[in-house]
């Protein structure tokens, strides 16, 4: 039964709108941009027009030599796991709670995944790392979760040191930065989705940066055969005979995608800069409440592609996480989401039983790693409550109606819990 309570606080909300967030915005100049790249090309052979454009900016903006786009996220970073030549042998150390193609594609490269648990912010850690190096450790990649950068001088310290591959999947994170560095410049290589949720989006799309020559070659010569190798990859290469069918593979990017991205991309630090006002006034409004845990970002610029409440619930009078997300639910904001299918991988069968799927690179002696100890990952996964960061000055109204209704339900949390409670 629904309380009168909640129904009042639910009639006392008001939404300008049945959106509540919408990304990406298709604005004029989007819509713009696709029509003229329509007239102009809709396949780009080598590295030229619009797919040059975005590649040449994306580059520039991150001060890295070489960009390479590709058709997703995922492909993006199989082209990382390619460009260092991970093979059977060889050891990736991953985190274990990211979204799982931060480290799927390696199960094309027989090389074998080893994963860490994260800290209280949900990221990779030195320590973490540290445990999981053995002597056939050729790479490590971290995630920036959510946009929240990782302590990154650390880590980028310790695989100098260890002489490790540093990778980063920088998804989650475009224009984040870590002591004022960009995310994506710390390592060997870096990709980014360029996904329809993600902060620069095609729809669909991914991107590639390094400065290491040898990743590139590979990485291009992986995806991108035929023009795009005989145009960027010299004769003196050893593998440059190869140009004409690269890896047999084909990755390229749409460039009616990358029209789309590439407006988005003239205005990733104008949203960065207003998501980071809706954040702050987020925390400033949600940290009062003991059983909410706010993100804290201490010398780092988070790009906000997500704002994750922990949920304690040994402060929370007695309500479940269930329960007060169902009430915010039922006062209205949809938006308020569990993430699913982001969440802690190392018990994946894809990880678990490589043999199954992949018996040409893998064999059932294979070790898994379940009775490793990923418990701050399972808790950080169990008590994540996902909220959007919006991005644009005329969303006042909408980000101030969520941060009323959240206070409305923390306020019964602590002082009249028994009507948010089930049964
Ligand atoms: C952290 C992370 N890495 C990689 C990807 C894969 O990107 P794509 O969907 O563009 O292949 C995603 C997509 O959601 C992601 O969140």
């Known amino acids: 039964m629904i309380s009168t309570v909640l129904n009042d606080i639910k009639c006392n909300i008001h939404f300008d709108s049945n959106e509540h967030y919408v990304w990406p915005r298709i604005t004029k100049n989007v819509e713009k941009n696709v029509i003229n790249q329509l007239h102009k090309s809709i396949s780009i052979y080598n590295r030229s027009g619009i797919l040059k454009e975005f590649e040449d900016s994306f580059s520039e903006y991150h001060n890295v030599k070489y960009a390479l786009l590709s058709n997703s996220g995922t492909n993006a970073i199989f082209s990382m796991f390619e460009g260092i030549g991970l093979q059977p042998g060889d050891e990736i150390i991953a985190p274990t709670y990211t979204f799982f193609a931060t480290i799927s594609p390696v199960i094309y490269t027989g090389a074998t995944p080893v ?61 984040a930065t870590y002591k004022g560095q960009k995310v994506g410049t710390f390592g060997d290589a870096a990709a980014w989705s360029l996904q329809g949720q993600k902060i620069i989006t095609g729809g669909e799309g991914g991107i590639m940066l390094t400065n290491n020559e040898e990743i590139y070659y590979r990485a291009t010569l992986q995806g991108h055969y035929n023009k795009r190798c005989k145009q960027e990859i010299p004769e003196n290469y050893e593998l440059s005979k190869f140009s004409l069918t690269g890896m047999g593979l084909k990755f390229r990017a749409h460039p009616i995608a990358i029209s789309i991205a590439l407006e988005q991309f003239s205005h990733l630090d104008e949203f960065i800069a207003q998501k980071n006002i809706y954040a702050e006034k987020m925390i400033s ?26 949920y304690d619930d040994r402060f929370s009078n007695g309500v479940s996480i269930d329960e007060f997300c169902e009430a915010l639910h039922f006062i209205g904001l949809k938006e308020v989401d569990r993430p699913g299918s982001t969440a802690p991988v190392h018990n994946f069968p894809l990880f678990t039983e490589k043999s199954k799927i992949m018996p040409r690179l893998y064999n059932s002696t294979d070790h898994n790693q379940n009775d490793d100890d990923y418990s701050n990952a399972i808790l950080f996964y169990k008590n994540a409550i996902k909220l959007p960061v919006w991005a644009f000055k005329d969303e006042e109204n909408i980000v101030n109606t969520y941060i009323k209704g959240i206070e409305s339900i923390c306020d019964l949390v602590v002082n009249n819990p028994t009507v948010l409670k089930r049964g």
């Not at 994963?115 to 002597?135: M, R, S």
């Not at 310790?158 to 002489?163: F, G, M, W």
């Not at 949600?286 to 592609?305: D, G, I, Q, R, T």
């Open 115 to 175: 994963f860490c648990d994260c800290d209280a912010t949900g990221n990779i850690t030195v320590a973490e790392i540290k445990k999981k190096i053995t002597d056939r450790t050729k790479a490590v990649i971290v995630t920036h979760m959510w946009g929240m950068p990782c302590d990154m001088d650390e880590i980028s310290h310790l695989c100098k040191k260890r002489n490790l591959y540093l990778l980063e999947d920088c998804s989650h994170a475009h224009g």
């Open 285 to 310: 409004s949600f940290a009062k409440y003991p059983f909410l845990k706010v993100p804290s970002y201490e010398n780092k610029s988070p790009s906000w592609y997500a704002f994750i409440l922990q």
